[in-house]
């Protein structure tokens, strides 16, 4: 059974930084996308940031230049590194992962991927 287990959320003023992991075991994802999303009390589910096997990376716009996601695919572990933290930043966030990307194909639909950690908190304060 896939389990993916997040860490690192917390309490941080408005430019600080909190540095979310996320492992996963139970499965292999060699040629898996692993990513983060964020969700909003009353919003949908929003891609945040991701990275394929292949070492691809995408973010979304609102995140571009502030966070940094890096990954260890032997270890099955994927972090987020969020530096100059927003007000709008504050909300849960959520590890997931897309189990096969055949071409590494990066995709930031909540639909594609398959597996999701249970969420993480995010408080910034102004």
């Known amino acids: 059974q896939v389990q993916l287990v997040e860490s690192g959320g917390g309490l941080v003023q408005a430019g600080g930084s909190l540095r979310l992991s996320c492992t996963a075991s139970g499965g292999t994802f060699s040629r898996g996308v692993m990513g983060w999303f964020r969700q909003a009390p009353g919003r949908e589910r929003e891609f945040v940031a991701a990275?394929?096997?292949?070492?691809?990376?995408d973010y979304a716009e609102s995140v571009k230049g502030r966070f940094t996601i890096s990954r260890d695919s032997a270890k099955n572990m994927v972090w987020l590194q969020m530096n100059s933290l927003k007000a709008e930043d504050k909300t849960v966030y959520y590890c997931a992962v897309d189990g096969v990307s055949l071409l590494g194909v990066i995709r930031t639909d909540r639909s594609a991927y398959d597996y999701w950690g249970q969420g993480t908190q995010v408080t910034v304060s102004s």
């Open positions: 990275v394929s096997w292949s070492g691809r990376i």
